[in-house]
C-alpha cells in the first residue's frame, strides 16, 4: 500500500515569509508525528497527533511553529515568518494508534535564504 | 525512555554479517527495544522491535540480552545498499509516545 507522502519535497523561501508543509499519512494510521533534522543534527521531535488533536506539542521550537490535522488524515506543519536557523529536513510519520511502529515519509527539504 | 549507547561507527565488508551493539542499561519491564535506520538523504526506517525474546524478521534479526541491559541487531548477509545510520530506540510499544534518536552507528559496508 502507499506509504507516508511529504509536499513539496524541497522548498526554498525567503527570510521572513511563511510556508506551508504537508504529510499524507498512511490510510487508517491515527497516529501522526512531526520531526525535523537539521544538517549534521540528530532527528528531533516536534508535534504528535492522536486523530485531530495534538497531545504533545512539547517540540515546537517557537510560537511561529504550528500544525493542525483534519479529518484524521493530512496534516500541515506552518512555519511563519521563517528564519535561516529554520532550514532542515522535515519528516513526518504515522502510526497506527497504540501499535508504535513508525513509519516515516521522505521528507520535505526546508532552505531559509 | 530509557537512554541508549551505541558505537559512533561501524565498518562491514559486504556479504558478511554486520553485528550492530546498543546498550540500555536502565530500560524498564514495559519498554521495548526499536531499531531504525536512516539511509543518506531519506527519511527513517522500521527496522525490528522487539521486548524480551529474539527476533527475526525479512530486514534483520534482534538479540536481547537475558538481563534486557543490551541487545544486537544483526544484518546477515549486509550489502551496499545496507549502509546507513542505525539508531537503537527504547520505548512502550503501545504508547504512542514520540521516538527519541540519539545519535545512531554509522555503519559503512564496504566491497
Known amino acids: 500500500g502507499a506509504g507516508v507522502s511529504q509536499s513539496p519535497s524541497n522548498k526554498v523561501t525567503e527570510k521572513g515569509k511563511d510556508v506551508e508543509l504537508r504529510c499524507d499519512p498512511i490510510?487508517?494510521?491515527?497516529?501522526l508525528y512531526w520531526y525535523r533534522q537539521s544538517l549534521g543534527q540528530g532527528l528531533e521531535f516536534l508535534i504528535y497527533?492522536?486523530?485531530?488533536?495534538?497531545?504533545?506539542k512539547s517540540g515546537l521550537p517557537s510560537d511561529r511553529f504550528s500544525a493542525e490535522r483534519t479529518g484524521g488524515s493530512v496534516s500541515t506543519l506552518t512555519i511563519q515568518r521563517t528564519q535561516q536557523e529554520d532550514s532542515a529536513v522535515y519528516l513526518c510519520?504515522?502510526?497506527?494508534?497504540?501499535?508504535?511502529?513508525?513509519?516515516f515519509g521522505p521528507g520535505t527539504r526546508l532552505l531559509v535564504l | 525512555d530509557a537512554k541508549t549507547t551505541q558505537p559512533t561507527s561501524m565498518d562491514c565488508a559486504e556479504g558478511r554479517a554486520a553485528n550492530l551493539p546498543c546498550n540500555h542499561s536502565?530500560?524498564?519491564?514495559?519498554?521495548?527495544v526499536y531499531w531504525y535506520r536512516q539511509i543518506h538523504s531519506q527519511g527513517p526506517q522500521y527496522i525490528i522491535h522487539?521486548?524480551?525474546n529474539n527476533e527475526t524478521n525479512e530486514m534483520a534479526s534482534l538479540i536481547i540480552t537475558e538481563d534486557r541491559k543490551s541487545s544486537t541487531l544483526i544484518l546477515p548477509h549486509a550489502t551496499l545498499r545496507d549502509t546507513a545510520v542505525y539508531y537503537c530506540?527504547?520505548?512502550?510499544?503501545?504508547?504512542?509516545?514520540?521516538?527519541?534518536f540519539g545519535t545512531g552507528t554509522r555503519l559503512q559496508v564496504f566491497p
Open positions: 522487539g521486548l524480551k
Open positions: 510519520a504515522s502510526s497506527l494508534g497504540g501499535q508504535g511502529s513508525q513509519y
Open positions: 536502565t530500560i524498564s519491564g514495559n519498554e521495548y
Open positions: 530506540i527504547v520505548r512502550v510499544a503501545w504508547g504512542t509516545d514520540k521516538l527519541i
Open positions: 490510510s487508517g494510521h491515527t497516529a
Open positions: 497527533f492522536q486523530g485531530n488533536s495534538a497531545p504533545d
